[in-house]
């Protein structure tokens, strides 16, 4: 009973670390997100380029190895003038690394609006502005509930990658429980995962719900 | 003096002419329909109308007030723009509902839009107070929707409407801003043929109500029965023009002739 408190207890404080890097990440890749996607979607043709070849590499690195970048470079590219912490080098390889992927969601979205959409409120004199707000806006968003969705559930899972530079994170720590001979922590800690993942797919689903007034 | 007076539009796409000297003029309370072969420039005319295209010349005005000039098209600002829209509406093939809205939503959201922030002095038909303006505003899409046969379905979303109905709504919602010229482009096209009548009543009955309307079709019948005046379009430009005795009844030009017999056939 003492070793299940106890291991109980050592699980918790890692999955706070995996929360933390899952708010915060969110929290700046969704706005920025958008930002990339706005980039990529631009007529002036350098900044579109410049944008896609970014999201390019990103998308087509493993995020592990941009841990690796943003932790370890800094430091030897300054010759130990600069580093980031921990902390820090996980959540800006994370934030990076998600944001490409929302700014693709975010582009498929905005795309698949149809032309008609924009013209109809033209013609009827609206401006860019209130189209987008007024006629667009809630379109996209439904459209993106379910890859947004999708995206965000793995995220909480790759969270558990900011073990490789060292972060104490829920499945560092069961596996550490693992070098001892404890292997049962290491299923534990999937409930963990289980339960995070369950009340994200309720969330989700009751906004798909709520977004179900209409269809097209 | 005429309403409308179009002067020598053209347009080009890339190396494609595919406006080429485009006038007419149509007075206060006429019905013009448009007829012609396919890709022979009758939507890009009504597009260029509502300013979803420019023009690369020619002149486009209403009430004897120059909206579009080709010579100087470059000084054109967004705002211009806009309200230069607004002395047209067009009503799309494909409706182009807002499927978020109601079809009263979809009638109303405009007005509202535009009625928002009146700056001092502005008013709306009199009235400077939000909430008296918005309830006008939803008086006025109320009596739309019913001129148009949906009052039973004035809260409906467009997914639950049949496409006659989804037209009339979108019929409404340009009447909202009442429109000097209310364009219409093949507005049956995309309906099945028993759907087709509603909708061709619907602009029957606007035009007892004296709406200055072009009406870009493909139901000859419907076009010498409604218009007061006939265009066949073809390759770009006017190949002939005329009242629908003239144009339907009596035409002279071969291509009208070769265009026609498919339907007499
Ligand atoms: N945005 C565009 N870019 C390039 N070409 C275009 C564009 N819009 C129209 N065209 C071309 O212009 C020509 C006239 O097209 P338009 O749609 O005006 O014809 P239409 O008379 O409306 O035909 P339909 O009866 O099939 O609707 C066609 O050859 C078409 O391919
Ligand atoms: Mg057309």
Redesign the interface.
């Known amino acids: 009973m003492e070793e299940f408190l106890s291991v109980t207890g050592q699980l918790f404080t890692g999955f706070g670390e995996n929360c933390f890097i899952f708010a915060i990440t969110l929290l700046a890749a969704l706005p920025l997100g958008l930002v990339v996607s706005l980039g990529s979607m631009s007529k002036f043709k350098p900044l579109k380029w410049l944008t896609k070849t970014f999201v390019w590499i990103i998308r087509g690195t493993p995020l592990m190895l941009q841990l690796f970048v943003v932790f370890y470079i800094p430091p030897l590219a300054s010759q130990g003038g600069f580093a980031f912490d921990r902390m820090q080098a996980a959540l800006i390889a994370f934030i990076i690394n998600y944001a490409a992927y929302f700014s693709e969601i975010y582009r498929g979205g905005i795309e698949s609006i149809?032309k008609?959409?924009y013209?109809?409120g033209?013609?009827?004199?609206?401006?860019?502005s209130?189209i987008f707000f007024?006629?667009v806006l809630?379109?996209v968003i439904?459209r993106i509930t379910a890859p947004i969705g999708n995206e965000i559930i793995t995220l909480v899972k790759d969270t558990s990658l900011a073990s490789v530079i060292a972060i104490p994170e829920i499945l560092m720590n069961a596996k550490d429980f693992s070098m001892v001979g404890l292997i049962w922590p290491l299923f534990y800690s999937a409930l963990f995962f289980l339960a995070f993942c369950g009340i994200l797919t309720l969330l989700f689903s009751f906004i798909e719900k709520k977004l179900d007034?209409?269809?097209? | 003096m005429a309403l409308l007076q179009v002067e020598g539009i053209k347009k080009s796409f890339g190396k494609t002419q595919v406006l080429k000297d485009i006038s007419f003029s149509l007075e206060k309370g006429e019905v013009l329909a448009i007829i012609g072969s396919s890709g022979s420039g009758k939507t890009t005319l009504l597009r260029c109308l509502?300013?979803?295209e420019t023009p690369n010349s020619g002149k486009i005005s209403v009430n004897n007030t120059v909206l579009f000039d080709g010579d100087t098209k470059n000084n054109m600002t967004?705002s211009q723009i806009?309200?230069n829209?607004?002395h047209?509406?067009?009503v799309?093939q494909?409706f182009?509902?807002?499927?978020?809205y109601t079809a009263i939503e979809n009638v109303m959201?405009?007005p509202k839009?535009?009625n928002k922030k009146l700056k001092n002095g502005a008013n709306y038909k009199g009235l400077t107070k939000p909430g008296e303006i918005k309830a006008l505003i939803r008086e006025e899409a109320l009596a739309l929707l019913d001129k148009v046969g949906l009052s039973d379905k004035i809260d409906s979303?467009?997914?639950n409407l049949s496409g006659g109905q989804q037209q009339r709504v979108a019929i409404a919602?340009?009447l909202a801003?009442n429109p000097d010229v209310l364009c219409f482009d093949e507005p049956t096209s995309a309906l099945d043929p028993e759907l087709t009548g509603e909708v061709l009543n619907v602009i029957r009955g606007l035009k007892s109500s004296d709406s200055t309307m072009i009406v870009v079709t493909h139901e000859i019948e419907f076009a010498r029965d409604v218009a007061d005046k006939i265009i066949f379009m073809s390759d770009g430009v006017i190949e002939e023009e005329g009242t629908p005795e003239e144009v339907i009844g009596n035409p002279r030009s071969p291509r009208t002739q070769a265009f026609l017999s498919r339907f007499n056939g």
Do not use: T
């Not at chain 1, 033209?122 to 860019?128: A, H, P």
């Not at chain 2, 182009?96 to 978020?100: E, T, Y």
């Open positions: 149809p008609g959409q013209e109809a033209y013609v009827l004199g609206m401006k860019r209130q007024n006629v809630l379109q439904k007034f209409y269809k097209g | 509502n300013f979803l967004d806009r309200k829209r607004l047209f509406g067009l799309f494909s182009n509902l807002f499927p978020q959201l405009a839009l535009h979303y467009p997914c919602r340009a801003l």
